[in-house]
């Protein structure tokens, strides 16, 4: 079974600040995925990452996949309220089943005015 | 674009009782999904249909849990008797599918109270 091990579990900062969320596992993904939930809505995707090393900036946000693409980090700058959400990461494995999603526990953040 | 239909969007029933979800994937995505995702935790696979085939039902209780997707579109989700730990929210989720998997665009689940 493929783990992915979020962290930290919570986040409450202040609007303006930065912020760093982790995704991490013992295995090798072929992609992983950051996604952000908002309460009763489904997952959004936000990015896919393929390639060890990869770095991809979405505005504010910047997401790397690890060189062994085994764990990711988001990166925030700058966090607004409209950043509050739950973020979860997701990684796929071809060696398994390319369409199968393996998630985290996800990232609750709270951004304050 | 429609994106992922899903009703109904809360239930609430009694333990033992029988419920069942639907689900209306985007047009043409060939791949469908319905995941369990328990407060504070990260969505469970549940089952995976390509078309109207199962692909991935591993952790499927399949005593009480059955899914079926019926001429490779809507899908329905059910749960027979239902059990308190299965309060949870239900979500769907679709994908053009092919060798990579493909985005998945998910819907806005379904929440279950079960009392």
């Known amino acids: 079974t493929q783990l992915l091990e979020q962290s930290p579990q919570f986040l409450s900062i202040q609007e303006g600040e930065n912020l760093t969320v982790y995704c991490n596992s013992s295995?090798?993904?072929?992609?992983l995925q950051w996604y952000r939930q908002e309460p009763g809505e489904g997952p959004v995707l936000l990015v896919t990452v393929v390639t060890g090393g990869e770095v991809k900036k979405l505005k504010r946000l910047t997401f790397q996949f690890g060189d062994a693409r085994k764990d990711s980090s988001l990166h925030i700058t700058a966090a607004q309220p409209g950043d509050t959400g739950l973020y979860l990461c997701a990684g796929a494995s071809l060696v398994t089943n390319a369409g199968k999603s393996t998630f985290g526990d996800g990232t609750t953040l709270t951004v304050k005015p | 674009e429609a994106g992922v239909a899903q009703s109904p969007r809360y239930k609430i029933i009694e333990k033992r009782q029988s419920v069942a979800f639907w689900c209306n994937p985007i047009s043409g995505h060939a791949t469908l999904y319905w995941y369990q995702q328990i407060l504070g935790q990260g969505p469970k696979l549940l089952i995976q249909?390509?078309?109207?085939?199962?692909?991935?039902d591993s952790q499927l209780p399949k005593d009480r849990f059955s899914a079926e997707r019926l001429k490779g579109v809507d899908s329905t989700l059910k749960i027979q008797p239902a059990k308190l730990e299965d309060s949870a929210v239900y979500l769907c989720a679709s994908s053009l599918g092919g060798v990579a998997g493909g985005t998945q665009f998910f819907g806005p689940g379904t929440r279950l109270t079960v009392l």
């Open positions: 249909f390509q078309n109207n085939g199962v692909v991935d």
């Open positions: 295995s090798v993904f072929s992609s």
